[in-house]
Structures are given as C-alpha cells and as structure tokens.
C-alpha cells in the first residue's frame, strides 16, 4: 500500500462537496429576511420603495428554489461548475435586489459578503478568485446605477459621500478577507482530514500485519487434529498393506505429508503465538524490526544503545505496538531517503523515559520550515536541483518508491503512544562542507514515556493463576 500519488487536496477539486439541499435551505433563510425587510421599510418606517420590482427580484430567488427542489433530487451534490453557478446567481440576484433600493446607502449592502465566504469554503481557488471579483464588480456597479431610498413624504435617505465610500471600501476589503481567510481554514482543514486518513490507513495496515499472527497460531490448532487422525490412518494402512507394496507406498507417503504438514504448523504457531514474548520485545530488537525494511536500501544504518546516568543497564522491554512500530519505520524511512551515506540510530534510556535520536548526513531540514515539520502535505526536504527520476523510480530516494505523508504520520501514530517529538538540524547550513560535523542532517528525537510501554507486570507480564 502507498500514499506516493495521494493527491494534494488544497489542488484538487472540491466538486461534489456542497450538497444542492444546503445551498437551498440557505436560500429560503436569504428570502424570508429580504422579504422581512422590504415589509417592516415599508410598512413600518414608510419607506417608498418599487415593491413590483423588488418582490419581482425576490420571486427569482424563490423560482430558482422551487425549480432546484421539483427538478433535482435531495441528495443531489453540486460540481465544482454548478456550485459556483449558485452562488453567483444568489450574488447577482442580491445585488439586483440591493440597486433597487438604494445600493451602498442601503445598510444590508453588508450581506453580499455570505455567498463569496460560503464559496471560498468549498470551492477551488480559481472559483473562489472568480466570485470574489464578481461580488467586487457587482457591489461597485450598484454603487453607481441604484435607485434613491425616500421615505413616502419625498425625504431622501442617503449617508454621506465620504461614508458611502467607506461602506464601499469596507464591503470589498471585508469580501477579499473572509474568503482569503475562510479559504486558508478550509484548505488546513481539509488537508488535515486527508492526513489523517492516511495515518489510519497506515496504522490499520501495521494492526493486521500484527493481527495475522494470531490468525496463524489459531489456523495451526485448528488443522492439528486432522492432520493427527490422518496420520493414524495413513500409519494403520501401512502395517495392513504389507502384501501389497503399490498402495503401501502410497500410505507412506500420505503419513509423510502428514508429517510435513504438522511441522509446517507447528513452526507457524510458534511464529503466530499471541503471548507476551511476542507482544513485548526489548526496545533496541522493536527499533532493529522498525527499520529492517530500510537496511538495503544503500544506506548505512548504525544503532547504538545504551543507558543515560541512572539508567537501568538492562535492556527495557516494552510492548510492539503497531503505532510504535510503524512511526519509527517512517522516521528511518525519512532519514535514509535524504541521507549520503550514513544513518544514525541512538537508543537510550532512564528510570522515567525512553529515547530514540535519528540523525543523518543528508541537507538536513530547510530552516525556514523546522516550526512545520510533522504537517501534512508539506513539500520534501531536499532543496537545491534534482536529479531527473529514473523510470519506476527516484534518485534521491533508492529502493523506495514513497509512501507520502511519511513525517505525519510518524508524529501522529508515536504521539498517540505518549511520545514527544522533536525536529532539529545537525549543523548550520552556511557552514563550509569542510566544517560541518558527520552527523549535518536532520536530526529526529523522540522520548517515549515507559510507564505507558512497559508490560504490565514486567517484560513477561504477571504470573498466571494456576488452578488445579
């Protein structure tokens, strides 16, 4: 399973997200306050207003719905076209609605700015782009070509030009900010989703590699008594057949696959038995099985461990958590992906805590993005010109083809253990290459707290109940 060509969702399209019943629902809220206004200017504050004309705007809104609901089903989900088709046409209709009475010096002008924020949440760039300059447009146009607002008696109701301006001003600057910033939150959030999907994925996959063993172990005592009474059948024909060679070889062999496959199951319940030397392991043979998938991969990997000041000399054990696992692959994964030659892998510990230190010789993280690392959907470390790929594969990354989002879901899957992580560099990037340390890369640490690893009991666990 690979992540390499999952896509980037800030670029891709977001058609079929806005369900046609949510932007009809929003609809009728928008017709029943425009009808509410038109009414309480009219009746109550005397507002002579063209009220064929503006119930004529209005209509269109409702015919619009009308024709949404009887035409198309409820459940009918918009494309990336049809969505924003919607939202211009409730924008035009706004602003036709908005010149009829008055234009800027109306005060619910200020509602022009819904369609474009509702658009910049689930709409693409280029879509948003296009409606925000629309609205633009059409709050400009109206500024200009509107119909005066008087009171029945003749007294105009107009603001001044400076505030007119102003309201003006304030409804693009407020149009151009909400959908900037709507459209930033959407896009993490959406980003967001996406990685963590892929981090469940991930640790799905490592939980049934895990869970496998134990299917084995049971598959190897189900087929044990078969195998047995076909042996004790097999073994009986052989004695009864002595007069007849032809069909006695015949049972030898069926009571020598027997054989084989009792030992073939055997082996397998041993490597698929659920017990706690399986599900526990010392923490330097759990950090040797994380990165053995990267060990020919040309790299060089050095694992050293040992303890800190006060430490216990004894290896600690602790329990093979497929989150455990698969983050710390993921992590070896990144530094030998970007290293040169070597790839350092330091284990140690104290009463209190574990830690793991990863370090490499590669160009080390960009600065600028040391405060991001772990995001997801984040561009690749390596800076400077690449290398043309190679047909089925990458240069800069031998023997892998990529799983993407690799960082994230290392953080994610060892955070979810306890663990705390940080991100650094080994050298100063201005440095000459006669000056940098061995270890110039990145360098990755993660501390794992042992009461949260530690087997219940000890690395065996507690001794079990003998019943008689």
């Known amino acids: ?28 809220g928008a017709i029943g306050g425009q009808l509410a206004a038109i009414t309480v200017a009219w009746r109550i504050y005397k507002v002579d207003l063209n009220l064929g004309a503006c119930f004529l705007a209005v209509g269109a809104a409702i015919i619009a719905n009308l024709v949404s609901v009887f035409v198309f089903p409820l459940n009918k989900r918009l494309t990336e076209t049809q969505a924003m088709l919607t939202l211009l046409f409730d924008v035009a209709q706004l602003a036709v609605l908005l010149a009829l009475t008055g234009g800027l010096h109306n005060p619910f002008a200020l509602l022009i700015l819904a369609p474009a924020t509702i ?7 280029q879509s948003t782009v ?7 447009a059409m709050i400009t146009a109206i500024g200009w070509v509107n119909l005066p607002l008087r009171l029945i008696d003749g007294t105009p109701i107009r603001v001044p030009a400076l505030f007119e301006f102003g309201h003006w001003l304030a409804i693009v600057i407020g149009v151009v900010f909400l959908a900037v910033y709507a459209r930033r939150v959407s896009s993490e959030v959406h980003s967001m989703s996406e ?15 895990t869970d496998l063993g134990g299917v084995v172990a049971a598959a190897a005592h189900e087929l044990g008594t078969p195998l047995a009474t076909i042996k004790l059948a097999s073994s009986e024909l052989v004695d009864e057949l002595e007069d007849r060679p032809d069909l006695r070889e015949d049972a030898l062999l069926i009571r020598a ?35 053995e998938p990267h060990a020919d ?44 030659q070597d790839v350092w892998i330091d284990i140690d510990w104290t009463p209190a805590w574990l830690r793991l230190r990863i370090a490499d ?37 031998p023997g892998y083809e990529g799983m993407g989002l690799g960082l994230f879901i290392a953080k994610t899957l060892l955070e979810r253990t306890g663990a705390e992580l940080s991100f650094a560099n080994g050298s100063d990037p201005f440095l000459s290459a006669e ?8 360098i990755v640490e993660v501390r794992l707290p042992r009461d949260r690893l530690t087997p219940r009991g000890g690395p065996l666990g507690d001794n079990p109940r003998l019943t008689p």
């Open 119 to 125: 658009g910049a949440t689930a709409l693409r760039t």
């Open 361 to 397: 010789d590669g160009p080390g993280f960009p600065p600028h993005l040391l405060g991001r690392i772990g995001d997801p959907f984040m561009r690749r470390r390596r800076t400077g010109p690449q290398p043309e790929p190679e047909p089925g594969g990458d240069p800069a990354r």
């Open 130 to 136: 296009m409606l925000v300059a629309a609205t633009v």
């Open 1 to 28: 399973m690979s992540f390499s060509a999952h896509p980037d969702p800030a670029r891709e399209t977001h058609g079929d997200w806005i369900r046609l019943q949510t932007l009809i629902l929003l609809r009728w």
């Open 195 to 209: 990685a963590l999907l892929a981090a469940q994925l991930a640790l799905a996959r490592e939980q049934k590699l």
């Open 435 to 442: 000056e940098r340390p061995e270890r110039c890369g990145a």
């Open 257 to 291: 696959q027997a054989d084989r496959c009792r030992d073939i199951l055997r082996s397998m319940g041993r490597a698929g038995k659920s017990d706690l030397q399986v599900t526990s392991a010392p923490f330097l043979q759990v950090v040797q099985e994380a990165a």
């Open 297 to 340: 991969r040309g790299k060089t990997l050095h694992i050293a461990a040992g303890p800190l000041p006060g430490g216990d000399p004894a290896h600690p054990a602790v329990l093979r958590l497929p989150e455990l696992i698969h983050g710390i692959r993921n992590l070896v994964q990144n530094a030998v992906d970007f290293a040169a």
